[in-house]
């Protein structure tokens, strides 16, 4: 059998491995999607009156505001799966599952690449999940032809696959579990200061600056354009150098700390 061959064969184990303990253990799951259902229903349904003021000139209803929040809770959402990432990463290092599968025959990059197509499945899943809740309250996309909802799926896995090389990066220096959940909440916490809930012009002067271009804000206002067919502008292209960066970075990061015997 051929190197390549080995490869999907012992990635493919680990995949199943990953996805029948998301399966078994699926309340880490749920709590971090419970985050951004919440935070969906929260600003919709309490401030969505009073937010939709400061969108579209103050012209904008409830209605609108649903349109233009959907998109950012979707990219939370994956920021919020990845994190469970992290966690299962640091739980295999620190039960010794990791070490064991350094003795043994397999594909050496098999277990990284079984976490990380794992997490990408489960964050799709979770977008499915969440943007149904988002179409159940209102959300439409009327103008979306079909290659921009295939742009917008590809944009949606592109980020994904990066936050969750990082994520694997944070599970893998991380002493624990614990740790690794705390040191992954940037992932959550980043939304929060993009243009997900209100527009970055809204925004202090001084704070414009960090929340335009960190690497969640193009991504939303991508996602907006291929969905709603506002104006992209340059975020299609800071979208792609962000996801690729941070895919590169963890990549190597992720690599570099598994590939270090322990001592």
């Known amino acids: 059998m051929s190197s390549l061959a080995l490869a999907v064969r012992d990635s493919n184990t680990m995949l199943r491995r990953n996805l029948l303990h998301a399966r078994r253990y699926p309340s880490l799951t749920l709590n971090l999607l419970l985050t951004p259902v919440m935070l969906l229903l929260l600003f919709v349904y309490l401030f ?40 299962s990463v640091s739980t295999d290092m620190s039960e010794g599952i990791i070490a064991r599968f350094r003795t043994m025959n397999i594909h050496r990059g098999s277990v990284l690449i079984g976490h990380v197509v794992g997490s990408v499945l489960q964050s799709v899943a979770s977008v499915v999940l969440v943007g149904a809740i988002g179409v159940a309250i209102g959300f439409r996309s009327t103008d979306a032809n079909v290659v921009e909802w ?14 969750t090389w990082v994520a694997v990066g944070m599970g893998l220096v991380s002493p624990n579990a614990e740790a690794a959940g705390n040191n992954a909440m940037p992932m959550i916490l980043l939304p929060l200061f993009s243009s997900a809930f209100v527009p970055v012009d809204s925004m202090p002067g001084w704070f414009q600056p960090i929340a335009e271009y960190q690497p969640f804000t193009p991504a939303i206002e991508t996602l907006r354009g291929l969905l709603l067919g506002t104006e992209i502008g340059n975020n299609g292209w800071l979208t792609i150098a962000w996801c690729l960066g941070l895919t590169v970075l963890g990549y190597f ?5 598994f590939n270090d015997d322990p001592k």
């Open 150 to 163: 295939l742009a917008a799926f590809g944009l949606l896995v592109l980020f994904a696959t990066a936050l």
């Open 48 to 87: 969505g009156d009073v937010m939709s003021a400061g969108i579209a000139g103050g012209g904008a209803d409830r209605s609108d505001y649903i349109a233009y929040i959907v998109p950012g809770i979707l990219l939370m959402t994956i920021g919020g799966t990845v994190v469970g990432t992290a966690v």
């Open 253 to 257: 990061w992720s690599t570099s700390k």
